[in-house]
């Protein structure tokens, strides 16, 4: 989040790559206000827009330093300044801050469950399943750099506890290992995403101190 502030390119890039992360929450937020698709689209591009130009984020402190309660009382804000509505829609079209197809798919897949909780209970939600899955990216990314990524996708499903999730005799036979291999190499597997975890939210706070917060509500916001 600090690096985002300022007007070096590495700021401009770390601000867009927030932009980036926040789409889903913002517009997911916008979306149960009552917009139709299209102005939704229009108006989450226009505040990313805006906050791109900006390029402040110091009044991020006011909100306890935490990011995800900065975009949220902003794109209040900026939802209830009629005078911004047109601006928005200016500088939303064209602008290529959101994937507009990935939009249209998950309005497909969330439209029931999103139907039963509030806007800002969708923001939530998708702000802590942004930060998940930008944590099992980064692990993915690891493995598959170390080519081991059919062997992340056994650990994940176990991480997960999905359904199909193998056992670990099951794993142990498939990679030649003795299941006590396996048992420290998913011990070490889930270490590793704790370890991501509590990096990817402290991108997201100002102070250290915020951490701990701001993962306990994490948990509790997937949980509910």
């Given at each position: 989040?600090?690096?985002?502030?300022?007007e070096?390119?590495e700021a401009?890039?770390?601000?867009?790559?927030?932009?980036r992360t926040?789409?889903?929450?913002?517009?997911g937020?916008v979306?149960?206000q009552g917009?139709?698709?299209?102005?939704?689209?229009?108006?989450?591009?226009g505040f990313?827009?805006?906050?791109l130009e900006?390029k402040?984020?110091?009044?991020?402190?006011?909100?306890k330093?935490?990011?995800?309660?900065y975009?949220?009382?902003?794109?209040?804000?900026?939802?209830a300044?009629?005078s911004r509505h047109a601006?928005a829609?200016?500088?939303?079209?064209?602008?290529?801050l959101?994937?507009?197809?990935?939009i249209?798919?998950r309005?497909r897949?969330?439209?029931?469950r999103?139907?039963r909780l509030?806007?800002?209970?969708?923001?939530?939600r998708?702000w802590a399943?942004?930060?998940?899955e930008?944590?099992?990216a980064?692990?993915r990314?690891?493995y598959?750099s170390a080519?081991?990524l059919?062997f992340?996708?056994q650990m994940k499903k176990?991480?997960?506890?999905e359904p199909?999730?193998?056992s670990q005799a099951?794993?142990a036979?498939?990679?030649?290992?003795?299941?006590?291999?396996?048992k420290?190499?998913?011990?070490?597997f889930r270490?590793?995403y704790?370890?991501?975890?509590?990096?990817e939210i402290a991108h997201?706070?100002a102070?250290?101190?915020?951490i701990?917060d701001?993962?306990r509500h994490l948990i509790?916001?997937?949980?509910?």
């Open positions: 989040m600090l690096a985002a502030q300022g070096s390119p401009n890039a770390a601000l867009e790559k927030l932009c926040y789409w889903r929450p913002i517009y937020f979306r149960r917009y139709k698709l299209e102005e939704a689209q229009d108006f989450t591009q990313f827009a805006l906050l900006r402040d984020l110091n009044a991020v402190r006011k909100e330093g935490r990011l995800r309660s975009l949220l009382t902003s794109v209040k804000h900026f939802l300044d009629e601006m829609v200016k500088r939303g079209k064209g602008q290529l959101i994937p507009l197809d990935e249209r798919e309005e897949i969330d439209v029931e999103s139907d509030t806007a800002d209970q969708i923001y939530e998708r399943f942004t930060v998940l930008q944590v099992m980064r692990l990314d690891e598959r080519g081991n059919r992340f996708d176990m991480l997960m506890d199909d999730r193998p099951q794993i036979s498939e990679f030649d290992m003795t299941e006590n291999a396996v420290q190499a998913f011990y070490r270490q590793r704790q370890t991501l975890l509590r990096e997201t706070v102070m250290p101190g915020d701990e701001e993962l509790a916001v997937v949980r509910a």
